[in-house]
């Protein structure tokens, strides 16, 4: 059964500072694979997907996600975190039937 | 173009009571789907739906129920109120030609 962890409740950055955000998953055959964003009180944002190509994938508001075969990882990235930043993000990967299975979610914050 | 939304945004029920969480999206897409969200727990899928007239369980459909009599509109009714269906309710939609999910607001639940 496809599966996806985040083996982080919490991430804690320096403003300026890189970021990542940690994804591991298990899927049979090839994965769709999913960033989405949430902020306080609010519903969930698409960040990025990789669905084949390049493994390094870019996405909204300078966020960007590499995709490791080998070590099953798809950890998001940053190269300079903003305090905008701060919120709960979560991996997420499709199944065959076309559900998305996510992450128990990171919550990102970013001190100034 | 709305989006995804949802109504109401919060609701207090007794134990017992009924209520109807409604989801409309103006993108004409076929998927739709309803999660609900706990603490600490990620999203879980609790019914999804194909296109009108079709409608399916999904990790977590015990005490709930769906119909989907059109393609914008995806209700979800809680028969029996329970304390344990306090939570965050999110519907999303996502089109036949895409990968994306696109989420609603959310509606926040307490059962009391």
């Known amino acids: 059964a496809q599966s996806v962890a985040q083996p982080e409740d919490q991430v804690n950055v320096a403003e300026g500072n890189p970021l990542t955000v940690k994804c591991t998953y298990s899927v049979s055959g090839n994965p769709y694979l999913f960033w989405y964003v949430q902020y306080p009180n609010r519903g969930l944002q698409f960040l990025l997907k990789?669905?084949?190509?390049?493994?390094l994938v870019k996405g909204s508001y300078g966020f960007e996600a590499e995709f490791n075969k080998s070590q099953t990882s798809f950890h998001l990235k940053k190269p300079s975190a903003l305090v905008s930043d701060s919120a709960l993000y979560f991996c997420a990967v499709r199944d065959m039937r076309g559900k998305l299975i996510f992450g128990q979610g990171t919550e990102l914050s970013v001190k100034p | 173009n709305a989006g995804v939304t949802q109504t109401p945004k919060f609701r207090i029920l007794k134990i017992g009571q009924s209520m109807t969480l409604q989801c409309t999206q103006d993108m004409n897409h076929n998927y739709m789907y309803w999660y609900r969200q706990d603490p600490g727990m990620g999203l879980k899928l609790i019914y999804y739906s194909v296109g009108a007239g079709i409608t399916d369980k999904g990790e977590v459909p015990n005490g709930y129920n769906v119909s989907r009599s059109t393609t914008e509109d995806f209700p979800l009714r809680l028969e029996l109120a329970a304390p344990s269906q306090t939570s965050v309710y999110f519907c999303a939609s996502m089109g036949g030609r895409t990968d994306t999910q696109y989420f609603g607001p959310g509606t926040r639940l307490t059962v009391l």
């Open positions: 990789y669905i084949t190509g390049d493994n």
